[in-house]
């Protein structure tokens, strides 16, 4: 997933994608603690596609308080 990608969908699609990839977030840390074999790049995949998503958002949201 790219920046580019993201900003070409709209916020409801932003949060849609943003609450799909913090439960694969939430699925990783189970499956790292149940002792399932992970690959542990999937950690660092996940997190940064989590920020640049949230940057996106963030981005096409007006600040509130300017």
């Not at 074999?37 to 997190?47: A, E, L, N, S, T």
């Amino acid at each position: 997933m790219n920046a580019n990608e993201l900003r070409a969908k709209t916020a409801a699609e932003l949060n849609d994608e943003l609450l799909k990839l913090r439960k694969e977030q939430f699925s990783l840390r189970m499956q790292r603690a149940t002792g399932q074999g992970i690959k542990p790049h999937d950690f660092g995949r996940v997190r940064k596609d989590i920020a640049r998503l949230k940057t996106v958002l963030r981005q096409k949201t007006p600040a509130a308080g300017k």
